[in-house]
């Protein structure tokens, strides 16, 4: 589950590099595979 300060940590660098949030947010899935 996302907590709200996670959430603002994925918007917020959205507009700066949508680059490197697409990065991020794989990286965040990732772990949340293997965390299972």
């Known amino acids: 589950a996302l907590k709200s ?3 603002v940590e ?3 660098p959205l507009i700066a590099d949508p680059k ?3 990065k991020q947010r794989a990286a ?3 772990a949340r595979k293997y965390s299972q």
């Open 10 to 12: 994925i918007y917020r």
């Open 20 to 22: 490197e949030v697409r």
């Open 5 to 7: 300060g996670e959430r």
């Open 28 to 30: 965040k899935v990732k």
